[in-house]
Every structure is written in C-alpha cells, then in structure tokens.
C-alpha cells in the first residue's frame, strides 16, 4: 500500500557515514551550550506541519528579537535521513529537526552529530516529565537522550466498513481480535469479491516496511517487546513465529497479494482492510466508510492491553547548532502543552505526552475518531535503540521477505538465521 503522509512515508534508507561516537561540539560544545542567538530549524514538508511549524516560528519570534528562528523545509533527497546524514558529514546541519527519525539516531550518533539533551540543566528531566514511562525506549545505548519524543502515529486496523457488508461480515462490530477470527474474515472477503484484497501490506524489501505488518502485531503478541533486547534478536520465538505464521497464511491463501500496488490500496477499495495511523483520518475523511480496531493477536487480547508500533518522529539537536541554549529554548517552547495542544488540533497526530486524553479533553471530545488511537499511545512499542539500527531492520526484512511473503525458505529457518546476523550486528560488530 503507497503511504500517504510523512509519518509513514519516509524512506529511511541511510547513507552510512563512518565519524566519532559522542554527543557532538568537540572542545566549543560547553560554550556551545550557553550561548544564545539565532538558529536555523527543518521542518518536515508536510502541508499541515509546516502550518503548524510556521505558526509555532512566527509566536517564537514575536517574543525573542535578538534569537530569532529561521525555518525551512528539509531538503529535498532520496530519503530525509541521506539529507540529514551529509549535513553532519558537511557540519552545517541545522539546529534542530523536526521529524528525525528513532531508527536514523543511532547512526547520526555514531556520526558525531547529535547533542545529548541531558547536557542542559533539567534537561533528561523535562524527557521524562513530559513523555512519561514512554521515554525509556528513546535512551541510547549510554543511556542519555539524543531526542525528544515528539509525536506518535500508533497503528490500528482501518476496515471499509462497505466491504465488510458486502462480504458478509458485521460493519459496525466486526470479530477481527484473534488470528482465527482476521483470517476468517479475510476469507469471506475474498471468497465473496467483495474486495481483491482483505488487507494490503506493501511486499517490498525496504527495511521500514515490517514496521507496517509484522513488527505491530509482534509488539501486541508480545506484551510490546522489540524486535531486540539487550543486544539479542526476539523475533525467533514462540511468539515471533506465530505472528510470522499468520502473515504466511495471509499470503498463501491470496488473502495479501505479493505483489505491489501503486497506489493507495485501501482508498482505492482494493483492500479491505489497512495498517494505519491517526494520520488517516484526515486522508480518507469521507471517501471511505470506516471503521478502526486494535491490530489481532493469537489470543484476542482485550484492547486496552495491546501494545502497537508508535510510528514516531522527533526533535533532535544537532552538532554544528553555536547557539544550543536558544536551540534547547525552542525545542521546549515548541513542545510545550499549549503548542502540542496547537500541533494537535492542525494534525489529528499525537503528541508524544503523557496524560494526552486529559490535558486535550475537549479535543477529543469533539473529535471522537482519534480517541482510539490516542487510548494506545500509552501502550507503543519504538524501534530498538542499538547501534546498527538500519542494518538489523534490513536483515529482518530479507529474512521475512524470503520465507512469508515469498515462501522460499521455511518461517523457522530464516528467522534463525537473520537472529544470528541481529545478535551480531546489535552487539556493534
């Protein structure tokens, strides 16, 4: 399935430069971090948060002449990420950016290019004050912060609630909580025509993609593991096959094509059903009759224990940032309640704060549609923080790609040997 906003369309294919391991600045980082004065900020290039981030500017600067923020887009590049990484590589990188993505920062670390936001007084606090318990899937291996957590997509199940009529099943409360219960459905949707698809995963080999079909339902299978754990792999398990298994199914029943669909396949009626954020709201609106539920799990697990993939995106500091006091003002101003009740409410995407519901009450009271998503976003499951990010997502890729999407080799065996490749590649070698 093509995907529709930044969130999930971000190629996150990195241009791996090699650099020093550290927080970034060398021998100016202390004065670095005191000084005050201008700074440039990206922004990412969707339409709505450039609205909101021109808005959020614009508010800044009216309060601070002498620190003003000058805001782009960021450039335009294969990927976002090969953008951000030769920026680091060249030392003019901005300030900050917005949308950095949780799988890119252990390589710009590695770089040398990012600020540890623990060196500002109060500064791992504010973290945690605001994220809550999340914020602990954001630490790096050293344990200090190198992004604040911004906003969150967490995923669910959108279904057309036509086709589901069409084929039978029940539009308003559909049984789709168990992997028994999805595949039945999903057969009487293909049995019956009333779709060429019950659901559409994109069957391609990019590393991000598993973050739309395996990794969702493994963190729910799971109780919101990662896909690995002080340094060792945990998709080779009880639970990892099984979730594996039933996307096996999926693909050798015809139930999710192998083959990839240009387009947006759940707006164009040939799936019934999609992996999707809050982002989605505002992209189908009215087009299509919908309905959401929580991802399945073997057991049918009760909604308000499942854990799903976040989807995040954050702010990070960056290197070459001079001015990092006025850098780390901003990333605050930015983040505050009133500014992510305003990226909120330009976005229908979630600010990654604790307590969300309530300090947004009446939001979501006139916006009924987003409370589901918001209900999870206490129970998301990030990417693993370790060095080789990319690498192990990709290895992960080529494995699940080869034994369920394509059925070349058996589930077990492939899984056993990209385990191998993970553990090595998480222990840094």
């Known amino acids: 399935m093509k995907r529709i906003l930044p ?54 600067n009216s309060q601070h002449a002498d620190q003003k923020i000058t805001a782009q887009e960021i450039p335009a590049g294969k990927s976002s990420e090969e953008v951000i990484g030769a920026a680091i590589t060249a030392g003019n990188a901005p300030c900050l950016i917005w949308n950095t993505a949780p799988a890119a920062i252990p390589q710009f670390q590695k770089q040398g290019g990012l600020v540890a936001l623990d060196s500002f007084d109060g500064g791992a606090q504010y973290v945690t004050d605001r994220t809550g318990e999340t914020a602990e899937q954001y630490k790096s291996p ?45 057969r009487k949707i293909k049995s019956s025509g009333a779709a060429q698809a019950a659901i559409y995963p994109a069957p391609s080999s990019e590393f991000f993609q598993s973050w739309f079909d395996f990794y969702p339902l493994f963190a729910a299978e799971t109780d919101g593991n990662q896909l690995v754990k002080d340094n060792k792999a945990q998709f080779n398990t009880p639970q990892g096959l099984a979730v594996a298994n039933f996307w096996k199914t999926m693909y050798d029943e015809g139930l999710s094509p192998k083959e990839m669909y240009n387009g947006d396949s759940f707006a164009d009626k040939k799936a019934a059903m999609a992996i999707v954020g809050p982002w989605a709201i505002k992209v189908y609106g009215n087009k299509v009759k919908w309905g959401t539920v929580p991802v399945p799990t073997s057991t049918g697990k009760p909604a308000e224990q499942i854990k799903t993939f976040s989807d995040a995106k954050n702010v990070a500091m960056y290197s070459a940032c001079q001015n990092r006091a006025t850098a780390w003002e901003v990333m605050k101003f930015a983040t505050s ?86 553990d090595q590649l998480a222990s840094g070698s």
């Open 7 to 60: 969130a999930a369309l971000l190629a996150l294919s990195l241009a791996v430069v090699t650099g020093c391991d550290g927080s970034g600045g060398g021998g100016d980082a202390e004065q670095a971090n005191k000084a005050t004065g201008p700074i440039t900020i990206w922004l990412s290039n969707n339409q709505e948060e450039l609205t909101w981030g021109k808005a959020m500017v614009a508010s800044w």
């Open 142 to 186: 050293d344990g200090k912060f190198y992004q604040l957590p911004w906003k969150s997509n967490p995923v669910r199940i959108i279904y057309n609630k036509d086709i589901f009529a069409k084929a039978g099943l029940d539009p308003e409360k559909p049984a789709l909580s168990t992997y028994d219960e999805f595949l039945a459905a999903a």
């Open 337 to 422: 309640q009133d500014q992510d009740g305003k990226f909120l409410e330009a976005t229908g995407q979630m600010p990654l704060r604790k307590d969300l519901e309530t300090t947004y009450a009446d939001y979501f009271a006139k916006n009924a549609a987003y409370k589901p998503f918001a209900d999870q976003v206490a129970n998301t499951v990030e990417v693993p923080n370790v060095p080789n990010s990319v690498a192990i997502w990709q290895a992960f890729r080529d494995a699940y790609s080869e034994s369920v999407i394509f059925g070349k080799t058996p589930v077990a065996d492939a899984f056993s040997g990209a385990a191998q490749k993970v």
